[in-house]
């Protein structure tokens, strides 16, 4: 199990957030959802200016083996997208956490984040899982 950054939040279906400061945040997918997904091949992001709700699809990381949603964390409007994955998906399999983030979001209610999990939180989630 890879270590779980503490300064993140996730959703139940593996999406992290990470609150930047003026209302700003960075969303990307866990670690734990590349690995289940394997080799990356594809990633399709939403575009900057789209306004995205908390919980609906946004973005599609596709694999050799499936492809699936990634859900918004929060509701907002999307500031900068990580351009880079369309050349290189796999950067979200080397560095989930990292390099391998996948847009940045205005968050329009930050009070959302409360219904997120923590750390400690979504790590019990994937123990869960694992049994």
Known sequence: MSEIP????????????RVEGGGKATVGISDHAQSLLGDLVYVELPN???????GNACAVVESVKAASDVYAPVSGKVIEVNAAL????ETINEDP?????MFVIEMSDPDQLSELLGPDDYAE???????
């Not at 503490?6 to 957030?17: A, M, N, R």
């Open 6 to 17: 503490g300064d993140l939040k996730f959703l139940k279906s593996h999406e992290w957030i």
């Open 48 to 54: 900057v200016g789209d306004v995205i709700e908390a």
């Open 86 to 89: 369309a050349d290189k998906p």
């Open 97 to 101: 956490y990292g390099d391998g983030w």
């Open 125 to 131: 989630l994937l123990e869960q899982e694992d049994h």
